[in-house]
């Protein structure tokens, strides 16, 4: 009973002063403490906006309504930044892709990476051992059967923690909106790639030539210029390695994500 | 390259150990002592290790299934937990008790914390211990030896602790009868739990540990040593009350406890200073509640309290670094 | 009489028996040799030379970029076919110099004796030096750099490393046996270098030839030879001072801090041909072993010969190898093939089936302390590995994960599979990384 009083008393008389404002923010932000602000945790974010220094769109994970939301609180203007979303530019799973040597070891990419540069003979390629799928904190990841990491495009939150890990920086981030990809990473003349995977860019210049303002080639791979993606769609089926991919009508060979139009189960 | 080219982080060669062998072997070493526990106390005897084996590897089976997780009794742990369970429990024990304790062992001692390796305490301790709170009555009926053949049944009777207990709070005394019994305790013609009855057995099954380095000396000498150390000081304080160290070492669970559950790797320190610290605790827990606790056998309990204080001692017993002075920093 | 020896440390099989009796066998040209510029501990060397330049046997082809550094040398005669990123042992493509040999494999100069009485500490240091002189043992330390510690530490004792603790190789061995002489004239000239207290060759027991051989040769002179207890990793350097010295080396510390240098045997000898013959380093002894090569033998190789040419002279493969180790099976690299050359820390070339390669999937760990118990530097490997993996930098700094020395021991013994060496690797890795972002 005393120990009670004691402690009501205690919180009244020793009670920090905090900011309201900062209250209100950690009542908006996600809670998910994934760090992609840059900050310590939602506390550390919502600390930082209330000092004052801190734009309010740096939490992709909660959308364009957070933004709005702290804005309001914060009795300041926001941009809403586009949403993003990662994509890992690979499909050489192991099927398709060739390994020079088979690594035995520590299942985590970096480790592998730091042994030869990797068992797969593509330096560019995912190494398919997860450390991707570890680091997300949104459950966005999958490796597939074949050994290919694939990031579902709706559960993504545009946390970069995926991209921060990779070790073959084989994930970007792209615009939401845009779902038509080049899907390699590989600067390798058209030969060797033809070499050690069926289905990477070999350079040929197909796509560019097909719709020249929505593909550019830079040292013999291609990329989709995202302003521009809706054009894209056109060279899909030119391309002579099925090197691109629209992802709103299909995720890789091997994955169990749905586009969106055909997955009943997930919010968008 | 050629497809079967492997290649990896150094070294590149291996002792050939896995934790499979590591496993076989105790189970081995546990071939006297079932036998011998067979051989004094008949088919309940056999039946209790056979229920305890197959429930724990059942629960396994049934937990990893459950949590999603790839199926592991090949690597004998589980087995190993159910024959250390039944060495644990009465001969009497009745069917639906020793499932019940294999179930606790495994489910709650070891899976629900993440699996082999993770668990705090020794799981077939924390079911011994479970069942003996849960169940006293059933869990404290001995039975006097009725070798298998004999024909007879068994007997309902006082474990030599249990009958010392009882004696010291009657009369303050050890009674005289048990004074010269010491070799037929050593052998195994005692009541007790299964496993308790034949140091002989457990020794040599230990030998053939400590043979393999599977076992090490530290916690069984230092175990076994305090308690002679503390039990024989008190019976050189009064040996009429007292028993001496010997009939310590050779009633009782304490060979067992010493040799085989005080010993499992997963819930004992890693270091070997820490080794020894869990060691002379379990010996000076042990020896306390024998003499002056509530029950008359205190190993279960003693290993459980020091298994709970491993995490400390391993933290407070980090191995001086080659190159370090004793505090720490550079020599 | 028990042996001296350290704590902790594993007794593999030793599979010396393959080429521990072998002499060394000179093995001729191959028709390419690729030199790499980064072959030691310290900054790569700079090229000197042109593509379809000439070069002579022994020429400088690279120079030393600053003090830790070596200069490289053209290991034949021949011409500069190429300068460009080629294979490299460590596994990534670096900067190489590439030599056609032209048969005559002719000296750049007349070598010439000199008289080491002549010269100053100083001038064999320097000697040294030009030469290229690494560490042989495997670390390829700069030797001259190893040779100035500053004048606040000296040294007074100096030890040669015998041992050869990695199972299967057998060229130090044989360099004692058959070139006693290099040897021992190398550690006098060291000797007069460092003018240590005391000097001391350290052999493992498993010689007992060479052990025989050494202190026949060195009754009379005040050269100490100390026979060990055969266990891995003594001739790790630390493990080698506390055995012969019974001082630590602190934490963090160079062996100077107690007052020892430690040189490898082979070094010694090319010390010798360095100093009085004026010859670079360019030719080393290689044992070429394991159960997939059909002669294994104990090589004199030149510095850039391609590891197939081993082979062939080896007289091939018995089937496909499981694993290209170049260096011993403790702490050698896995080579993606056969196209990696020679470098100057080569000192074996081990060649497993696919049958011996160590392959059980990794388990959870039981916390049997196996582990614990092998460390010679008295770590909790599993504590650190584990840490490491969850990434939690601050904790593998303060288990000490700057202290472990990767000599595998912990890895070896481990029931449960875990690759310990290779998780407290990514550990260093992190923490080091950790460090340097803070310096920024």
Known sequence: MTAAIALGIAAKKFAVEVDPRELAAMEVLPGVNCGACGFPGCAGYAKALVAGKIEPNLCPPGGAELVTKLARILGVEAVVMARQTAVVLCQGDNRKAQLRFRYLGLEDCNAAQRIAGGSKACPGGCIGLASCLRACPFDAIEITADGLAVINRERCTGCRKCVAVCPRNVIRMTPYESSIHVMCNSHDKGAAVRKYCQVGCIGCHICNK?????????????????????????????????????????????????PLKNDKSDAA | MSQQLYMSSSPHVHAGETTSSVMRAVLYSLVPACGVAVYFFGMPALSVLLIATLGCLATEVVCQRLMGQAVTIADGSAAITGILLALNLPPSSPWWLTLLGAVIAIAIGKQVYGGLGTNPFNPALVARVVLLISFPVQMTTWSAPAPLGSGLDLVTTATPLGEWKNAVMLTGEMPAAMQGSMASYFLGNMPGCIGEVSALALLLGAAYLLYRRILTWHIPATYVGTVILLSGAFWLINPARYPSPVFHLVTGGLVLGAFYMATDMVTTPVST???????????VLTVLIRLFGGYPEGVSFAILLMNAATPLIDRYTKPRIFGTARQGGSV | MKLRTFKGGIHPPDNKQWTSHKAIEDCPLPDELVVPLSQHIGAPSVVCVEVGQHVAKGQEVGSAKGFVSVPVHASTSGEVVAIESRPHPFGASLPAVVIKPDGEDSWSYNLQFTDPGSLTSDEVIEKVRQ????????????????????????????????????????SDHRMMLEESERVLQGIA??????????????????????????KEQCAGASIEILPLEVKYPQGAEKQLIVAATGREVPSGGLPMDVGAAVHNVSTAAAVTDAVMLGRPLIERVCTVTGPAIKEPKNLRVRIGMPLSHLVEVCGG?????????????????????????????SSGLLLLREEDVAKSPEGPCIRCARCVQACPMNLLPTTIAAYA???????????????????????YVCPARIPLVQSIRYGKAALLAKKRNALL
């Open chain 3, 189 to 214: 000239l060291l000797q007069y270098v460092y003018g240590a207290e005391r000097v001391v060759i350290g052999v493992e027991a498993n010689k007992p030839d060479a052990i025989a051989l050494l």
């Open chain 1, 210 to 258: 097909t719709v020249p303002d929505a593909y550019k080639v830079e040292d013999f791979l291609a990329t989709v210029v995202y302003e521009r993606d809706a054009e894209a769609v056109e060279a899909i089926v030119k391309c002579p390695t099925r090197c691109i991919r629209d992802f709103n009508e299909g995720y890789p060979e091997g994955s169990t994500f749905l």
């Open chain 3, 317 to 345: 493969l018995v089937e496909e190898p499981g694993k290209i180790i170049l260096g011993g099976p403790m702490m050698g690299f896995t080579q993606v093939g056969f196209d990696t050359p020679v470098i100057r820390g």
């Open chain 2, 273 to 283: 200073r820490g080794m020894l610290i869990f060691g002379v605790g379990c010996g």
């Open chain 3, 131 to 170: 030469a290229g002189v690494v560490g042989m043992g495997g670390a390829a330390f700069p030797a001259h750099v190893k040779m100035s510690p500053p004048p606040e530490k000296p040294i007074r004792t100096l030890l040669f490393n015998g041992v050869e603790c990695e199972p299967y190789l057998t």
């Open chain 3, 389 to 411: 993996r969850r990434d939690l930098v601050a904790e593998t700094e303060e288990y000490c994960a700057m202290d472990c020395i990767e000599c595998g021991s912990c890895s």
